[in-house]
């Protein structure tokens, strides 16, 4: 049977094919959180378009061939209920007959801990129940966060394979990481992916669900990819303007920054400021947004179904709003102050096929830029360098779909602390950001239970 393709709430952009960008639509956001399944059509490629407008449209095949809810609505949602109430029977019973089959990664950030998740372990084992595994990782603690980002991730994923080695039950995995530790799940799934071809009788629904614009779906550890969710993570580093936003957009203080911070972060500073390795080689970052001879970087974060990022818009002294949303300045726009019904500060939803391009490079002139930057810094050699270094980042990564999820904490007593906030880092001082959390489990939630839906259809 044909697979299908469930309803998409609106997104802001579509692809624009002669700009190789994104073209504003009519519809700015979702007020409600996505339905029973929300996912990239199963003929999204790198220049497809997505749907926008409220006039929901179900397709059920891969040629076009499509029916209205007036038509088949009443149909396609009784069996979605019925599917649905049939996986949380299933899954009833299995919580207490089985082991757990998902592991969920949780990431920290620089010079934190895995207390750090005490309050998102508690809400997802409740909320994802016994079929999941929540481990927060502690082989990168405190002050091990200097070490590089590259450090990091090797040792995560030594990590995560010596936990899939001691539960034998497991056969997915998702990640959900914090600021720095975004990075470091970055680096780690490229050295623990192992490409593998699909078959496509059966994953071909769900690579088309992935956004994916690759040929193939690998393996994590032997386990198969899920979620890769980010909460305020600096993906296109730090420099630039007002992207270490507690230097307050101030010039001196944003030019005296990249110089200090290796003093300050060690490796892991140079690699933010994107400062790292010789004149004539790419930055760490810059290379993390394509695919290397000895690590598959976009093809490791291309295999998971559902990739995620979290980013506030507002008040997070730590990381800028254009870099944890991966986002060009002219791609920002004004933010809704109204939270989407049931997850408070949750503004907004966004929902980006994959941009088709010839993904990132380190052109000649951003070599002879990078060393004008290391040998003689001033404001025009940097900012030139950043420029051409962020849009190869940006256009490396948008070669995958995205979820896009906006947060704005401006109407809590203190909002200045929005970076903890995302995560509850603190129970009782950061509890604002219950309603982010809530949205996460809810986002893994749904690609569980289109797992299920699909298999039955």
């Given at each position: 049977m044909?697979?299908?393709?469930?309803?998409?709430?609106?997104?802001?952009?579509?692809?624009?094919?002669?700009?190789?960008?994104?073209?504003?639509?009519?519809?700015?956001?979702?007020?409600?959180?996505?339905?029973?399944?929300?996912?990239?059509?199963?003929?999204?490629?790198?220049?497809?378009?997505?749907?926008?407008?409220?006039?929901?449209?179900?397709?059920?095949?891969?040629?076009?061939?499509?029916?209205?809810?007036?038509?088949?609505?009443?149909?396609?949602?009784?069996?979605?209920?019925?599917?649905?109430?049939?996986?949380?029977?299933?899954?009833?019973?299995a919580?207490?007959?089985?082991?757990?089959?998902?592991?969920?990664?949780?990431?920290?950030?620089?010079?934190?801990?895995?207390?750090?998740?005490?309050y998102?372990?508690?809400?997802?084992?409740?909320?994802?129940?016994?079929?999941?595994?929540?481990?927060?990782?502690?082989?990168?603690?405190?002050?091990?966060t200097?070490?590089?980002?590259?450090?990091?991730?090797?040792?995560?994923?030594?990590?995560?394979?010596?936990?899939?080695?001691?539960?034998?039950?497991?056969?997915?995995?998702?990640?959900?990481?914090?600021?720095?530790?975004g990075?470091?799940?970055?680096?780690?799934?490229?050295?623990?992916?192992?490409?593998?071809a699909?078959?496509?009788?059966?994953?071909?629904?769900?690579l088309?669900?992935?956004?994916?614009?690759?040929?193939?779906?690998?393996?994590?550890?032997?386990?198969?990819?899920?979620n890769?969710?980010?909460?305020?993570?600096p993906?296109?580093?730090?420099?630039?303007?007002?992207?270490?936003?507690?230097?307050?957009?101030?010039?001196?203080?944003?030019?005296?920054?990249?110089?200090?911070?290796?003093?300050?972060?060690?490796?892991?500073?140079?690699?933010?400021?994107?400062?790292?390795?010789?004149?004539?080689?790419?930055?760490?970052?810059?290379?993390?947004?394509?695919?290397?001879?000895?690590?598959?970087?976009?093809?490791?974060?291309?295999?998971f179904?559902?990739?995620?990022?979290?980013?506030?818009?507002?008040?997070?002294?730590?990381?800028?709003?254009?870099?944890?949303?991966i986002?060009?300045?002219?791609?920002?726009?004004?933010?809704?102050?109204?939270?989407?019904?049931?997850?408070?500060?949750?503004v907004?939803?966004?929902?980006?096929?994959?941009?088709?391009?010839?993904?990132?490079?380190?052109?000649?002139?951003?070599?002879?830029?990078?060393?004008?930057?290391?040998?003689?810094?001033?404001?025009?050699?940097?900012?030139?360098?950043?420029?051409?270094?962020?849009?190869?980042?940006?256009?490396?990564?948008?070669?995958?779909?995205?979820?896009?999820?906006?947060?704005?904490?401006?109407?809590?007593?203190w909002?200045?602390?929005?970076?903890?906030?995302?995560?509850?880092?603190?129970?009782?001082?950061?509890?604002?950001?219950?309603?982010?959390?809530?949205?996460?489990?809810?986002?893994?939630?749904?690609?569980?239970?289109?797992?299920?839906?699909t298999?039955?259809?």
């Amino acid at each position: 049977m044909s697979t299908a393709s469930w309803i998409q709430p609106p997104c802001r952009f579509l692809p624009d094919r002669r700009r190789g960008g994104f073209a504003k639509a009519s519809v700015r956001r979702a007020r409600q959180f996505p339905g029973v399944v929300s996912s990239y059509s199963s003929s999204s490629s790198p220049s497809s378009s997505c749907s926008c407008g409220y006039s929901e449209i179900l397709t059920f095949n891969h040629f076009g061939s499509s029916r209205s809810w007036n038509q088949r609505g009443l149909r396609v949602q009784a069996m979605s209920a019925t599917a649905q109430r049939n996986f949380s029977l299933s899954k009833g019973d299995a919580d207490e007959k089985t082991e757990p089959d998902h592991l969920l990664v949780l990431v920290h950030g620089i010079l934190a801990s895995p207390s750090d998740w005490l309050y998102v372990e508690a809400e997802m084992k409740r909320r994802l129940g016994r079929r999941f595994l929540i481990y927060a990782s502690s082989s990168n603690t405190f002050t091990k966060t200097f070490g590089g980002v590259d450090g990091a991730g090797k040792r995560l994923a030594e990590e995560v394979r010596q936990v899939v080695q001691k539960s034998k039950s497991l056969k997915k995995i998702s990640f959900l990481a914090h600021s720095l530790g975004g990075l470091f799940a970055r680096h780690a799934v490229a050295v623990l992916y192992s490409a593998a071809a699909v078959s496509q009788a059966s994953d071909g629904a769900a690579l088309s669900n992935s956004g994916n614009s690759h040929l193939t779906r690998g393996s994590l550890a032997g386990l198969e990819p899920i979620n890769f969710i980010t909460l305020a993570t600096p993906h296109l580093g730090v420099r630039g303007r007002k992207q270490l936003p507690f230097l307050l957009g101030v010039p001196i203080l944003e030019r005296l920054a990249a110089p200090l911070a290796p003093f300050v972060v060690g490796r892991t500073g140079s690699q933010l400021f994107l400062t790292d390795g010789k004149a004539d080689k790419p930055p760490l970052l810059l290379r993390m947004a394509s695919d290397c001879e000895d690590l598959k970087f976009l093809s490791s974060l291309g295999s998971f179904r559902s990739r995620i990022v979290y980013a506030n818009v507002s008040y997070d002294h730590m990381v800028g709003w254009r870099t944890s949303s991966i986002r060009r300045e002219t791609e920002l726009f004004k933010p809704p102050r109204r939270s989407l019904d049931g997850y408070k500060h949750v503004v907004d939803v966004e929902y980006c096929p994959p941009v088709s391009s010839d993904g990132a490079h380190f052109p000649p002139e951003a070599a002879k830029a990078k060393e004008a930057a290391q040998s003689s810094p001033s404001p025009q050699n940097t900012l030139e360098y950043h420029e051409i270094v962020e849009d190869e980042m940006i256009r490396g990564l948008q070669t995958l779909g995205w979820k896009k999820v906006d947060v704005s904490f401006h109407s809590t007593f203190w909002p200045y602390l929005a970076h903890n906030n995302i995560h509850v880092k603190s129970e009782r001082l950061y509890k604002a950001g219950a309603g982010v959390v809530a949205h996460v489990a809810d986002s893994i939630k749904q690609q569980e239970t289109s797992t299920f839906i699909t298999a039955s259809l």
